[in-house]
Nanobody, 126 residues
């Protein structure tokens, strides 16, 4: 079982950069693939990025591809989301979670993930 905690959000201007951190603790962090999701009130949680357990394979949603980079440090038990060229539509609460199963939904299905953190708010103004 893992516990995760996200940090690094806050207010930003369009075009700014931010780096989010997901700090994990618990058993066998380096065996879990990890994902970042985001959610706006009243909308479903949206997939952002995925990284495999070794950190050598990543996958992004079309909306952030080329602007966001996911990475991890298994020694520190941390996952990062570097966000560049932020846009107002990136405004959301950002969550990280561990992927506990595979399936036809691929990396983007939130029900395949567990051990969600409390999230960190990112607010981008134009």
């Amino acid at each position: 079982q893992l516990q995760v905690a996200e940090s690094g959000g806050g207010p930003a201007q369009a075009g700014d950069s931010q780096n989010l951190t997901c700090a994990a603790s618990g058993y066998a962090f380096n065996t879990y693939a990890m994902g970042w999701f985001r959610q706006v009130p009243g909308k479903e949680r949206e997939f952002v990025a995925h990284i495999n357990s070794k950190g050598n394979s990543t996958y992004y949603s079309d909306s952030v591809k080329g602007r966001f980079t996911i990475s991890r440090d298994n020694d520190k038990e941390e996952v990062y989301l570097q966000m560049n060229n932020l846009k107002p539509e990136d405004t959301a609460i950002y969550y990280c979670a561990a992927r506990i199963r595979a399936g036809p939904g691929g990396y983007t299905t939130s029900s395949y993930y567990r051990y969600w953190g409390q999230g960190t708010q990112v607010t981008v103004s134009s």
